[in-house]
């Protein structure tokens, strides 16, 4: 007897249809075949399932039994059949006979004892669900609950084998949830936002930058010795951001839920991303890849910021496969299981020593590099991925009087104000296009919007050729002079802002001409 069910299989952040098959009662050996391109864990899901089955009062099929996921030339990873199969093998058996299986998508791990677990891409699956006209999925409770903040769909809450079966025959009804109670409990898992920019001492000129450069969603590279509180700073760049969208809020729960971090609880609602990479990360680490291509951690950073801490000692190859993401915000990953396309708008954040030792300039530590090794050092970031970073800002290290200080910086919430007067300006300005703030300008609206007249364009084109800067850091300029501009809640940009603009361009000034 033949049954036939509609799971689902991850693609990157996308989910493509997978027909579940089943054929009960065949001649031959009473075995289990798995055919469709399966791998290792799906085929280890016929032992989980005989098991799940026996352990839930069902009966296994004591003939040989062939199961099919269709298409067979898409692989098929993770765990995620082992429900649509226990449940094709009790219709194929003749233990389940229900209409309902035509209307639902299924997906869902099994333990031995017939509980489910979570599966990766849930986001992704409710989608397709939508997009196929399923009207209910089941699926693991924790994956529903993220499954239920996409609407048009009826998502179920399956907590195991028997409860799915009694569903289906009609016995009992399976709770729902709303997209805004999972919403609510999404955000019960966010972190508690106890880190503020109040508990920032001193760094005023770096705090500034800060805040320049999160207007307008610039790129940020600060240098300065150890214990200068660089770390400390970036960690609080979330906190000053300004609050996401609920398409946004969609988009950064896709991908982490593709990558499995929703489900390990590392990601709520509400919440924009802070990736924060060792130094040591691999290629494929940083930009995704896999066997079949999963999100790497530029990707994990979509709409929120990547943060390399000690910059220079990136692997050369590691950095330099930044530069098109940085630019075009997506990232394509070709493997021979196919090709994925993953979206990576991110602020990129890092920070760095002076030199090897990290007391160049500090008049408090004596530096023991020579020229050489400070060149050397310098030199492991190239120009053109220099050129992509719009802001360097030098972060002295704090006095002790600045340390023993009691009076607060700064609020968040008040940076944060001003950040979000300035980015509603921006939307204004490019309302009805894709661009949402002045770091995405393309080269058409800076001409448009951040022009200036003779007096600054001579006093431009003169720190242009004492810097030797390349044509990408004169429109790096001229988008970051537009942010202090709308800062100021300025309509031009003027002199005070572009000079602001230029100095913030340091390492041009000191590292490589």
């Known amino acids: 007897m033949l049954a036939t069910l509609t799971s689902a299989a991850l693609q990157g952040i996308h989910a493509e249809t997978v027909q579940v098959e089943v054929n009960a009662g065949e001649i031959g050996e009473p075995r289990w075949f798995f055919v469709g391109l399966p791998d290792t864990a799906v085929k280890e899901s016929g032992d989980r399932v005989q098991a799940a089955l026996n352990n839930s009062g069902f009966r296994s099929p004591s003939t ?51 509980a489910t677990r979570p599966v ?23 994956s529903a609950e993220e499954a239920a903040l ?6 179920k809450r399956v907590d195991s084998l028997d409860a799915a079966f009694r569903f289906l025959t009609g016995e009992r009804d399976l709770p729902s949830l709303t997209s805004a109670e999972a919403r609510r409990k999404l955000a019960a898992r966010s972190s508690d936002g106890a880190a503020d920019f109040a508990e920032i001492k001193g760094q005023h000129a770096l705090r500034r930058a800060v805040e320049v450069a999160v207007a307008g969603n610039h790129n940020l590279l600060m240098i300065g010795p150890p214990g200068a ?30 990558a499995g971090r929703t489900i390990s609880g590392e990601t709520g ?68 299981a196919g090709k994925v396309t993953l979206p990576c708008w991110f602020m990129l954040v890092a920070a760095m020593n002076p030199c090897p030792c990290g007391y160049l300039g500090d008049t408090r ?58 980015r509603h300006r921006q ?55 537009r942010t202090i501009a709308d800062l100021a809640h300025a309509e031009k940009i003027e002199a005070p802002h572009l000079l602001e603009a230029i100095q913030y361009r340091s390492l041009d000034r000191t590292f490589f001409y």
């Not at 970036?234 to 593709?258: C, G, N, Q, W």
């Not at 894709?434 to 007096?455: F, K, Q, Y």
């Open 64 to 114: 040989r039994t062939t199961i099919n996921l269709a298409p067979g030339d898409l692989r098929k990873e993770g765990p995620c059949y082992d429900l649509p199969i226990a449940l094709g093998i009790l219709a194929a058996t003749g233990q389940l006979k229900s209409e309902l299986l035509a209307d639902c998508l299924i997906a869902g791990e099994l333990s031995l004892s017939g």
């Open 269 to 336: 609602w509400g919440t924009r991303p802070f990736r924060s990479p060792h130094h040591t990360i691999s290629d494929v680490g940083l930009l995704g890849g896999g066997t079949i291509p999963g999100p790497g951690e530029i990707s994990l950073a979509h709409h929120g910021v990547l943060f390399l801490d000690e910059l220079p000692e990136f692997k050369r190859s590691a950095l330099e496969v930044l530069r098109q993401p940085l630019e075009d915000g997506e990232v394509t990953i070709s493997r021979s």
């Open 427 to 481: 939307q204004a300005r490019f309302a009805g296009t894709a661009i949402t703030s002045n770091a995405r300008m393309p080269h058409g609206l800076i001409r448009r919007h951040c022009a200036i007249d003779s007096t600054l364009g001579d006093l431009l084109q003169q720190a242009m050729e004492q810097l030797s800067l390349s044509a990408r850091a004169y429109d790096r300029i001229l988008k970051v002079a």
């Open 150 to 155: 996409v609407d048009g769909i009826e998502v």
């Open 365 to 422: 530590h004596e530096c023991r590099c020579s020229p050489t090794q400070v060149q050397r050092y310098r030199a492991r970031i190239s120009g053109p991925l220099l050129d992509r970073i719009d802001i360097h800002i030098d972060a002295p290290a704090l006095s002790i009087g600045e340390l023993r200080s009691d009076q607060p910086g700064e609020t968040s919430a008040t940076m944060r104000a001003r950040i979000q007067a300035a």
């Open 229 to 258: 509180g660089k770390s400390m700073v970036a960690k609080r760049i979330p906190t000053v951001m300004p609050e996401s969208t609920l398409d946004e809020h969609l988009e950064i729960l896709s991908i982490h839920s593709a």
């Open 120 to 142: 990766k891409g849930a986001l992704a699956i409710a989608r397709l669900a939508r997009r196929l006209g399923r009207r209910i999925l089941l699926l693991p409770a924790r």
